[in-house]
């Protein structure tokens, strides 16, 4: 294939795309296929000849299509929104184009550079603390994770580095094992799955601080936990914060934490994975209060900032922590100019080696809606959802909805029956012990009237179980 | 912007892209530019009102291409090839349209589906042996992974947890951290750096293996080891052989290797990140002779494959090992099918939760070249190779040049001037006390006219550095 059939089949796969989301609102939200269905309709290996683009984007249709989840459909309220919008995509032809491997400055700078302005900017838009900026020369800076949960086990290691060293320096006798073996980390009970699994994985003991009533960790909750771990014998050396949980989008209270945290020299990250874009609005901004107090900070442009998937945003306040982490350098990796001060060399910032040119998908972004546009976007969503469901408790963009008030059973019956009917997408969590509906806003192109449709489907559904109901009871 | 303007820029991007590979052996391979140079150039936070397209694009020639290290140039020649292909840039065109986040079987069926399928077609194309295979209800599988270096990890942290499972039945006395403070991983002293790196994130002691004159590891060397450790009172529990060493393309001894790790309950893991691709091709296929030891098999078809970074191929003997050293299973993500035993939830195999549509690149690349395509491209990429470069210890698609026998300065003043004069790209390597330049064959289109050029360009180069010396000294 020479550069001209590239031009023709490439312009094809754009309108197939065009295609696809003009008319994402008529294809089914969730699939009806059955595990294993896909594994019978292809070939049990690859084709020895090359096949046509053609018999390929037609089986796209016949055999990948029936099985997509279709997650930017103005239907699915199920998980929490993945961002798709044309300027990301726009980037991702040409980061895809361009192919480059960013893994050191050198590798190509214009990806490791281009990424720290992008950092700069996103986080003057949410008006995070100086010292979390690159800027010219200083000590923070900003990197693009591929994800909230890579960030918090990032993080959580340099915690354990900088900790260990320390103590070791205090205590020359103990061994770095010993150590190890007492360090704890902390977050919520309603913390994401991510935060318990960055302590598996780092080999660490990982507690769950109990949330309030309002599913907030408060300072008082922490401050006991940590006097009767110091008491134990244990070295706390990390918490990670919530901003906006997975399950009801509560929110950890920084201005009591954080300085419990710089006391008792303990980490702190702050995880906004999901409610974080909505920073960059005045009228949110003041939810990250106390965030001057945290170590790092990561949310996900690629949940709601209409940046594509992946794309996770991760800023520290001392860059030194995260390459005293993980830093070998072996000389095929080495360049002339990693030692001026002046260069970052991500690969030291993260878990993989290599990466892709993320940062091209946030500058088109931002250029192309501009902060404004950005904030209406996020305006919309929350509009649209209060527009849409009244009388309900609101959190910015999504709900919890116990519909039967005290029963679990009938929840998941009616969870079941919704996804059942396959009009609307929904999944559900656990709120201590209630079993809770989640009804999160998720597509960009999902409107009123959309969500006054879903309303209005839930409660038939609501009725007709109740209807069953009271017929069986009879 | 609406589907109508979304066509219309996407197919200008299509042609820019189109554009670039067609200009690309013009471009300079490696930039001018100095550390800091990018930021002057764009404002010093992200406008308050949309730009266009056309100015976005626009700044694309000004501002990133000049600092982007053209990694698909034909005069690149720099740390190893990264895939791309027209079709992997289809697929990923496709895959941004569909936008799913497949951490589940539930997110998107299609999307993990297909994955297992096409694991099992490229197992097939380089005759794993079938219980790496998942089939329809195989124990084994595969996986893709973002990099070498997360497969590495998550094996070794499989490993991890199921020596201490296993340590602790036999020995209850014993708690997790006094049997993690034993734990000891091997590699060669040829391995990547993401194996130490592994070793360091997982908290687990891991040491190097000596190679041999040949730059393998051979059974003789680990058995030395390992009995020492034993009888110090450690635990051996991952051994990560290697197949194509990053330095030089060295092969560790499988089939001495294999059978040592079986009976010591020790973990094989193989990383051929960048060698594997050629295992496609039946005269390289003797190379993986032994793979049938291992627990773990990975290598990278986004290096040498023509898919597209990322795609890192891995594969497990017993899926379970995986899914117990990660799996939790919080409500908001758990779905009806998962306890059927037919489905398989990637997010238990991997680091970050979410991932991208990545198998539609596999798919669309091994169907439009088709497995005989696919073997041309790598026998291509060899006979270039050695058409271009004669008398020198071929491997496959690299060669590590001394030119200089014994004298580390005068290779190095050689790369440095090579570098220097910006008509090719390449990157240095030790082995053992000597500096090495290492000269790898990357471009899809690199031809054996372009490594006839950078061949007498490197000869004209050490020339003029010799009589420059001859000057000095007279
Ligand atoms: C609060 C929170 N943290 C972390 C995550 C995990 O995000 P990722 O998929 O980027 O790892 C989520 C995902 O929903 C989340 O809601
Ligand atoms: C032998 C070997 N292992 C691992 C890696 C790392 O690969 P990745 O960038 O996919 O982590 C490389 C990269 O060159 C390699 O050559």
Redesign the pocket.
């Known amino acids: 294939m020479d550069t001209t059939e590239f031009r023709k089949r490439g312009k094809e796969m754009v309108d197939y795309v065009a295609d696809y989301f003009e008319q994402l609102d008529k294809r089914q939200v969730y699939p009806d296929v059955e595990p294993g269905y896909l594994r019978p309709l292809i070939p049990d290996s690859a084709p020895q000849d090359p096949e046509s683009f053609e018999d390929v984007l037609k089986d796209v249709e016949k055999i990948i299509m029936p099985g997509v989840t279709h997650w930017h459909s103005p239907y699915f309220f199920a998980?929490?929104p993945t961002a798709s919008s044309f300027p990301a995509l726009f980037a991702d032809i040409l980061s895809g184009g361009i192919g480059c491997i960013g893994f050191s400055w050198a590798a190509s700078p214009a990806c490791t550079e281009l990424e720290t302005v992008m950092l700069d900017w996103l986080g003057k838009m949410i008006n995070l603390p100086e010292e979390f900026l690159a800027g010219k020369d200083g000590e923070g800076g900003g990197v693009i994770q591929g994800?909230?949960?890579?960030a918090?086990l990032v993080t959580l290691l340099a915690a354990r580095t900088r900790t260990i060293r320390r103590v070791q320096s205090e205590n020359p006798e103990l061994t770095e094992a010993d150590i190890m073996s007492k360090l704890v980390a902390y977050a919520s009970d309603q913390?994401?799955s991510?935060v318990e699994r960055a302590g598996l994985i780092g080999g660490v003991k990982i507690k769950n601080i109990p949330s309030d009533d309002k599913f907030a960790v408060r300072g008082s909750a922490l401050k006991k936990v940590l006097h009767e771990d110091r008491a134990a014998g244990l070295i706390p050396f990390f918490f990670c914060a919530?901003l906006?949980?997975?399950p009801c989008c509560s929110f950890d209270r920084l201005l009591e934490l954080g300085p419990i945290c710089n006391k008792e020299n303990i980490w702190m990250h702050i995880?906004?994975?999901?409610a974080g874009s909505a920073f960059i609005c005045p009228e949110f901004r003041h939810l990250l209060n106390g965030v001057e107090f945290a170590d790092s900070f990561n949310f996900?442009p690629?949940?709601w900032l209409l940046v594509n998937f992946d794309c996770?945003a991760m800023w520290v306040k001392t860059r030194s922590d995260l390459t005293n982490a993980f830093k070998l350098d072996p000389l095929y990796l080495q360049h002339c100019h990693q030692e001026s001060g002046l260069v970052t060399d991500y690969r030291h910032w993260q878990i993989p080696l290599g990466r892709r040119f993320r940062s091209l998908k946030m500058w088109f972004v931002f250029r192309m809606y501009g902060v404004k546009g950005l904030q209406e976007y996020i305006r919309k969503c929350s509009n649209a959802f209060r527009a849409g469901v009244t009388n309900r408790h609101l959190k910015f963009m999504f709900i919890g909805l116990q519909l039967f008030q005290g029963s679990n059973k009938l929840n998941e019956a009616l969870l079941k029956s919704i996804n059942d009917a396959r009009k609307i997408h929904l999944v559900p969590c656990h709120l201590r012990e209630k079993f809770v509906l989640r009804f999160a806003i998720c597509s960009r192109t999902v409107e009123s009237v959309h969500i006054q449709f879903a309303w209005k489907h839930i409660s038939k559904l609501a009725t007709e179980l109740l209807k069953a109901q009271d017929k069986q009871q009879q």
């Open positions: 998980y929490f994800s909230a949960s890579e918090t913390a994401h991510s919530t906006g949980t997975t995880d906004a994975a999901y996900n690629h949940k996770s």
